[in-house]
């Protein structure tokens, strides 16, 4: 990619500020005609940075971002690059699709296909979903399964994305500290987490037997309503949810689910504080041990009525090399408040299995393995 005209360095644009997840960007509108492989993109609007606020934006190696989403969420209501694409018929089919390589030692990283897709980089057919909500590429999940046992978390449907920006796959903090559980992952042990348990398990278990509705138990019981506060103070705020709601809501689910396997009281509670270690650091990463990896469960997310497993070699992340050799979980704890949230993101860790197609002309997503 590059631009095919020179720019002029005084920042004559409009000014303008984006906040991302882990960090921020402050700059000005320019135009260019801008080269993406063979094709060249007349006048398009981008975001010269004169600013970041973020470590992260510093230290990554990369020079900048390449949004491919709608234009209900694009700064200042600028045409996404892909929208001109379209627009100005350089493209055969309004599809663009990711394979991405997870061989470290391969010459090629990936591949991104504007205009199609490339046969050789998957295997069978597609499983499509409808996009849910223009703005992302957003579309409905199902259930998530670790090994063949269901987190019940999102059995009557769960808001997902699809975003090759986010190199985890991240979700709420219930049901991630349930697949870091799930894997023998483990955060930073929670005092806070096991405080809800003890002093308030009884309650959510009582609750649940007289068939209270999970999503006003944490309400009944004086803690928070599920994604909103009552006003209590906790130790820490994360996205606006504290760490006591984010327990509340982790052991409701957990006890309703086990309910419903009709597990004994003290079997469940048992299980709940040993999920407490499990609960993630304030980043929202767990690690795990690297020699452990084999004998790990895999973890199956429910697509379009198909599952789609990852493997532990797949949803791994290993750094450093002998003795400094980490392996850190790819679930990530991410808490989007509403309305926006609750709300998955599968990143790389997911597409880095299954290829994915974009299809803008019928507002859809496609999944099939990657070859």
């Not at 003890?198 to 007289?210: A, F, R």
């Not at 689910?257 to 709940?272: A, G, I």
């Amino acid at each position: 990619m590059g631009f095919v005209d020179g720019l002029n360095p005084s920042p004559t644009g409009k000014p303008c500020t984006i906040t991302y997840g882990s960090g921020s960007i402050s700059g000005f509108f320019r135009q260019d005609n801008v080269k993406v492989g063979g094709l060249v993109v007349k006048d398009q609007e981008f975001i010269e940075a004169t600013h970041e606020g973020s470590l992260s934006f510093l230290l990554a190696k990369f020079d900048g971002l390449f949004g491919l989403g709608f234009q209900e969420i694009s700064e200042g209501n600028a045409v996404p690059v892909w929208d001109n694409m379209v627009g100005q018929e350089l493209v055969k089919e309004k599809v663009f699709s990711f394979w991405l390589n997870r061989d470290a030692d391969a010459e090629t990283g990936g591949e991104i296909v504007f205009g199609g897709v490339d046969p050789a980089h998957f295997k069978g057919n597609h499983t499509y979903v409808p996009v849910t909500r223009k703005g992302y590429w957003q579309f409905n999940m199902g259930d998530i399964f670790v090994g063949d046992n269901s987190t019940g978390f999102c059995e009557q449907g769960c808001d997902a994305i699809m975003d090759s920006g986010t190199s985890l796959l991240a979700g709420p903090t219930t049901v991630i500290t349930q697949i870091n559980h799930g894997i023998g992952a483990t955060g930073v042990v929670s005092a806070e987490c096991k405080i809800v348990v003890s002093q308030y398990g009884e309650m959510i278990w009582d609750l649940l037997v007289s068939k209270v509705l999970p999503s006003l138990v944490c309400k009944e019981i004086g803690l928070f309503v599920f994604g909103k506060q009552t006003g209590v103070k906790s130790v820490v705020e994360q996205e606006g949810s504290s760490v006591l709601c984010k327990v509340c809501e982790m052991a409701v689910v957990w006890v309703e689910t086990r309910l419903k396997q009709k597990e004994t009281k003290e079997k469940v509670f048992e299980d709940l504080n040993k999920l407490c270690e499990s609960f993630p650091s304030p980043a929202g990463e767990s690690i795990i041990d690297c020699n452990n990896i084999q004998n790990m469960p895999n973890v199956t997310f429910t697509i379009g009525g198909n599952p789609f497993s990852l493997t532990p070699q797949q949803y791994i992340l290993k750094t450093g090399v002998g003795y400094a050799e980490t392996c850190i979980s790819g679930f990530s704890a991410y808490d989007l408040p509403p309305p926006t949230g609750p709300l998955w993101i599968l990143g790389d860790v997911f597409m880095g299995a299954y290829h994915t197609v974009f299809d803008s002309g019928n507002l859809q997503i496609g999944i099939a393995k990657n070859a």
